[in-house]
């Protein structure tokens, strides 16, 4: 039982360049989430995906895409990478049972865009 | 919009006090209420889940109490550990609407030895 999974650990971009964040999980939970990290400015919710086939903004979504591939994957994708993009990225998902909502992290991808 | 208010923002104390960390948030409309801890470099790990009906959760060393009605959590510490020494993180579930996390910016916590 791997948990929450995240693709690449690093990864530098030049501006303008594209990518898609991979994550996935194997604890059959039903919703999936991204957030960014920053130095000062705490965790932020980008997008989530509360099931299969639903995805939602958060409170920072612009200059970002998601695909909710199956129940276990969720991608981020940046279409045209800019500096103000350079943070830690963390997919988390949670566990619904008992309607605790417990959200586990997986170990993040350090982004650079130069 | 919710926000979420951690103090103080970093603390250094000798091995073995006892400590007392502190998260406030301003809407009470909460689901639950997590702290998690957070190792430089690396994920979050969760240490204690309270639902919004509870008062306490305890976990070994760590005691964390939630009071709904005036928008405050804290995570208690026992006999602390340089083991400890992390940045811990308070983060909120609203009751209703988007249901990501709304996060503190953390307490730096270091246990000198």
């Known amino acids: 039982n791997a948990g929450v999974t995240q693709t690449p650990k690093f990864q530098v971009l030049k501006t303008g360049q594209s990518m898609t964040l991979q994550c996935a999980q194997d604890?059959?939970?039903?919703?999936m989430y991204w957030y960014r990290q920053d130095p000062g400015m705490g965790l932020r919710l980008i997008y989530y995906s509360a099931s299969e086939g639903t995805t939602d903004k958060g409170e920072v979504p612009n200059g970002y895409n998601v695909s909710r591939l199956n129940k276990r994957e969720f991608s981020l994708r940046l279409e045209s990478a800019a500096p103000s993009q350079t943070s830690v990225y963390f997919c988390?998902?949670?566990?619904?049972?008992?309607?605790?909502?417990?959200?586990?992290f997986g170990p993040g991808t350090r982004l650079t865009v130069t | 919009k919710q926000e979420v208010t951690q103090i103080p923002a970093a603390l250094s104390v000798p091995e073995g006090e006892n400590l007392v960390l502190n998260c406030s948030f301003t809407d009470s409309a909460i689901y639950n209420l997590q702290w998690f801890r957070q190792d430089p470099g690396k994920g979050l790990t969760s240490l204690l889940l309270?639902?919004?009906?509870?008062r306490e959760q305890t976990s070994g060393r760590l005691n964390a109490s939630l009071d709904k009605s005036s928008g405050r959590s804290t995570l208690y510490i026992a006999a602390s550990q340089p083991g400890d020494s992390a940045t811990y993180l308070c983060a909120v579930r609203p009751e209703t609407g988007a249901d990501g996390l709304t996060f503190g910016k953390g307490t730096h916590l270091i246990i000198q030895p």
């Open positions: 309270i639902q919004s009906s509870q």
């Open positions: 604890m059959n939970h039903n919703s």
């Open positions: 988390a998902s949670t566990t619904q049972r008992y309607n605790s909502y417990e959200q586990y």
